[in-house]
């Protein structure tokens, strides 16, 4: 049973946003997430369990949560890596 993927209208404008080629990479990767939410290449983040990046061309990044107790995979953020991106996603090492 694959999972289920969740995401709100600011990750879908983030995705739109990409340019093309991220962008049809980012939409494979994130759908290829309900049937394999712990892909190779994926790294959970320091301090905080149960959530993940995953590199994409052109230095942005795909940053999701996986609830397995409810098999859920939540697409958080979609683009450029910015130097504060995870502290503005309150994902920064504490």
Do not use: N
């Not at 990409?18 to 394999?36: H, I, N, Q």
């Not at 949560?65 to 996603?89: A, C, F, M, N, T």
């Amino acid at each position: 049973m694959g999972y289920h993927l969740c995401y709100d209208r600011r990750f879908m404008r983030l995705l739109e946003a990409l340019p093309g080629d991220v962008r049809s990479v980012a939409r494979r990767r994130a759908k290829a997430l309900a049937d394999e939410p712990f892909p190779s290449g994926a790294k959970e983040l320091d301090e905080h369990p149960g959530t993940f990046r995953l590199w994409l061309p052109r230095g942005c990044r795909l940053v999701y949560e996986v609830r397995e107790d409810e098999q859920i995979v939540d697409l958080l953020y979609v683009g450029p890596k910015s130097p504060d991106l995870y502290e503005k996603l309150g994902l920064g090492r504490q």
